[in-house]
């Protein structure tokens, strides 16, 4: 779950919120790449997960 962690770009403090909770500035992500290929398999993760989740309660 680290990229979910974005990095403000004035006081380089990390947090889970668009604007820095110490200094108010803009927070972005350190990892734009995972983001976008995060989003891109998401569905195939959901799908993924229920299949899982179906084959364990079968058992
Ligand atoms: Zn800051």
């Not at 962690?5 to 350190?30: F, H, I, N, V």
């Amino acid at each position: 779950m680290v990229w979910l962690l974005r990095r403000c770009t004035g006081c380089s403090q990390y947090t889970l919120k668009d604007t820095c909770p110490r200094c108010g500035g803009a927070a972005e992500s350190p990892h734009p790449a995972k983001f976008s290929l995060d989003d891109k398999y998401r569905r195939y993760r959901i799908l993924m997960k229920r299949m899982a989740e179906r084959k364990q309660q079968s058992r």
